[in-house]
């Protein structure tokens, strides 16, 4: 048996301005000249979500004069997935394991905070009854390998040394430690 929802533009805009209305958090929805420009990403702040502009197309597509940086299949489910993630970092960073205190960090790396906070977010829309479709969470995750750093200088790297079929190590940057 295969189970439907439709969601159409007012219906997504309602429950993002819902749940943002609910936990005190402003949404502000920019245009592609706003933030860092362009389009199919979102911000935050905090207290605050910025949502660019979605639309559909490839990875190198020109729309409004601005190439787009990733491939976009299904804009308007990108977008609800985005305020998800960014709501995530708003009001569910505390819930990731092992989450430091005053750090966008859970003694991991950055790609792998921000997969917490992907999947926290992800968490938080199916109690709400909201699903997403994997290609859509497939989007996601090529938007957060962004975050991939193999750079020992950036202080956010979990790498693998020594690989061979017989084992490796991991090598992580435990700044947190000194803390």
């Known amino acids: 048996m295969v189970v439907e929802k439709r969601y159409d533009r007012k219906t997504v805009y309602r429950i ?5 209305k609910e936990f005190g958090i402003k949404l502000v929805f920019m245009n592609s000249k706003e933030g860092r420009g362009g389009f199919n990403y979102g911000g935050n702040s905090g207290d605050s979500i910025m949502i660019a502009p979605f639309k559909e197309g ?34 569910l960073s505390d819930s990731v394991p092992n989450s430091i205190k005053g750090y966008s960090s859970n003694g991991t790396s950055r790609f792998q905070y921000e997969l917490w906070i992907t999947m926290n977010g992800i968490s938080f829309a199916l109690k709400r009854g909201i699903v997403f479709s994997d290609s859509t969470i497939g989007w996601m995750l090529q938007e957060s390998k962004t975050y991939i750093s193999t750079d020992e200088d950036a202080h956010d790297f979990v790498i693998a040394r020594e690989v061979s079929e017989e084992g490796y190590t991991t090598a992580i940057d435990a700044w947190w430690k000194g803390k």
Do not use: Q, S, W
């Open 16 to 20: 993002m301005e819902g749940v943002a």
């Open 58 to 91: 490839k990875k190198g597509d020109v729309v409004e004069g601005i190439p787009l940086d990733a491939d976009c299949e299904n804009p308007l489910e990108c977008m609800l997935l985005t305020f998800f993630h960014e709501f995530a970092h708003c009001r």
